[in-house]
């Protein structure tokens, strides 16, 4: 089996940028807060949690953050910010090198109140979104919410793809594969069991910010 390049590929990324996009929260997870702060507990993870900026905001807001990232360079970022936060804040989160569903797959049942994925989808496969989003499912309590950003299908890097991160880092063996996403896709994934509550299109960054919800009465999990 050919090694999965997006390993190495975001490592040499975050090796490159380092230090390089700021220090504050994305805008996503700014517009995410509020989705967040309407389901009860606190207990969140972040898929792709990268250098723990928006990890560390949501930290300071209250919740308890599972971080997981495929780069073990961008946890190392991620744990360095950590140790900067006060200990009583900083002892809520926890970053890890993993795959997603992997590690989704060794979470309890209905256990989580959120999960936030920021533009990182793009790097999955169709089988790995639906095994993605199924976990997900599985993991959240009735009501949870899953909040999440996607580049869109007119995104002038579309043709592109050696420019999108990871790839911006340099070549890593071979570029890694993007999927832009049609709001039709948006839909179909949010169809493996989710209530749409909200699909914003920011057409100056061509992303769609998507707030899906696990329904309080939730149907059997697809086989």
Not at 123 to 136: A, H, M, P, V, Y
């Amino acid at each position: 089996m050919a090694e999965d390049p997006r390993p190495p590929a975001w490592d040499l990324y975050w090796a490159t940028v380092e230090g390089q996009l700021g220090t504050g929260p994305s805008g996503f997870v700014r517009w995410a807060l509020p989705f967040l702060r309407s389901v009860p507990g606190t207990d969140l993870v972040e898929i792709g949690s990268g250098a723990g900026r928006d990890l560390g905001y949501l930290l300071e807001n209250g919740f308890s953050v599972r971080g997981v990232d495929f780069s073990s360079e961008a946890v190392r970022i991620s744990r360095q910010l950590l140790a900067t936060l006060a200990p009583e804040v900083s002892a809520r989160g926890h970053v890890e090198v993993g795959d997603a569903t992997a590690f989704l797959a060794g979470l309890p049942d209905r256990h989580l109140s959120g999960v936030v994925g920021l533009v990182l989808y793009e790097t999955f496969s169709d089988r790995e979104l639906d095994e993605l989003f199924r976990g997900i499912l599985r993991t959240l309590r009735p009501g949870g919410v899953h909040l999440w950003c996607v580049r869109d299908d007119v995104h002038p890097l579309r043709e592109k793809v050696t420019m999108v991160p990871p790839n911006q880092g340099g070549p890593p063996g071979r570029a890694v594969d993007h999927t832009f996403f049609s709001r039709s896709k948006c839909d179909t994934l949010t169809g493996l069991g989710f209530e749409r509550v909200a699909l914003e299109p920011r057409a100056e960054t061509h992303y769609f910010f998507v707030a899906d919800r696990k329904p309080v009465a939730s149907p059997p999990a697809a086989q």
